[in-house]
């Protein structure tokens, strides 16, 4: 009886260690900074490798005290590229929005919810391909079918009325509009909370047509295009060949055939110049610094523009390496 518990104990013990599953552990900030510390990080992401008989890691996201943020998949490990559903939480653990994402994109139907539980939002994705200068992305049209406010009374109706806009924590509100026929229409005004910075634009059909902001130093700034992100002077083909051209293999990777692909994450600043360059995965050292050294010599980018005025703007690029 006491070898058979043993050999029992032996088995279970191996089963156990064949069958956990692998887990990366990331620290970020709220403005998407990865950060060294737990005690530093404003929320903490786990990535999973996936279950048996599928290809999508999950991804579970968890506030300080352990509540949890998010979860969904993702057909990559970092940053994640989500997949399917994501259920997003508030720190009090009521849900704060369930999403479908298409490779990283949303579609479908966006349900959002206040703080206490009450339906806030329902909005549907369509995603729209619309080429944008420099690094390529996907476009969406928005129709936002439903608004209630605090007390549960319709806003927005069958997609008209009058939309209110919150800040992420829903303590104050941001922005005001007409909604017609799904999209946003006539006037609307709002203001940036970071910034104090205030904006008015017009609408028509969902179009911006045009829009001033005015910022903490009563500076105005005239726009038609609420948000550009930045993007490499010349397009994507120029940043391609600025890789190509000053990029250096490193002779202790080439020589035992060492390849990988470096997830490089950096800000581009007011002035087009980029700072805070950093490898999010973990790939070898020598092929780490060689992205780095490669992105810390290139030349300056177009910045971000938001409301007319040039931002930081945290960007990612894979850089590749092979033989």
């Known amino acids: 009886m006491l070898r058979f518990n043993l050999l029992l104990f032996c088995l279970l013990c191996l089963f156990l260690k064949t069958s956990a599953q692998r887990q990366n552990t990331y620290f970020l900030k709220d403005d998407g900074r990865y950060v060294n510390q737990a005690d530093s990080a404003d929320y903490i992401r786990h990535v999973i490798e996936p279950a048996r ?6 991804i579970k996201e968890y506030y300080p005290d352990g509540t949890r943020k998010s979860e969904g998949l993702s057909s990559k490990i970092n940053p994640p590229l989500y997949e399917g559903v994501l259920t997003t939480f ?18 479908d139907t966006t349900t959002c919810y206040y703080p206490d539980g009450k339906l806030y939002s329902i909005q549907v994705y369509k995603a729209v391909a619309k080429p944008v200068k420099g690094l390529p992305r996907q476009e969406h049209e928005v129709e936002i079918l439903t608004v209630k406010d605090t007390a549960g009374k319709d806003r927005v109706r069958n997609g008209n009325g009058d939309y209110i806009g919150y800040d992420s924590d ?25 910034n104090f910075s205030r904006y008015t634009e017009i609408y028509a059909d969902g179009k911006l047509i045009s829009g001033e902001s005015t910022d903490e130093k009563n500076i105005s700034y005239k726009y038609t295009e609420s948000r550009r992100q930045p993007a490499f002077k010349g397009g994507i083909n120029k940043f391609y ?15 035992y055939g060492i390849q990988g692909v470096a997830i490089v994450r950096f800000v581009v600043e007011k002035d087009g110049t980029l700072t805070d360059i950093k490898v999010l995965n973990t790939i070898h050292p020598d092929l780490a610094a060689e992205a780095i050294r490669v992105m810390s010599h290139s030349p300056k980018w177009e910045p971000g523009i938001w409301k007319g005025k040039a931002v930081r703007v945290s960007y990612n690029v ?3 390496f092979n033989l």
């Open 53 to 58: 008989g599928s290809d999508l890691y999950r």
């Open 90 to 107: 508030f720190p009090n653990g009521n849900i704060k929005g369930v999403s479908t994402y298409l490779k990283g994109q949303p579609i």
């Open 170 to 194: 829903f303590k104050e509100i941001t922005e005001t509009g007409k909604i017609k026929n799904g999209k946003q229409d006539g006037i609307w005004t709002g203001k940036i909370k970071d």
């Open 241 to 255: 060949n600025y890789l190509t051209g000053h990029t250096r293999y490193p002779p202790s990777c080439s020589k």
């Open 318 to 320: 894979p850089l590749s």
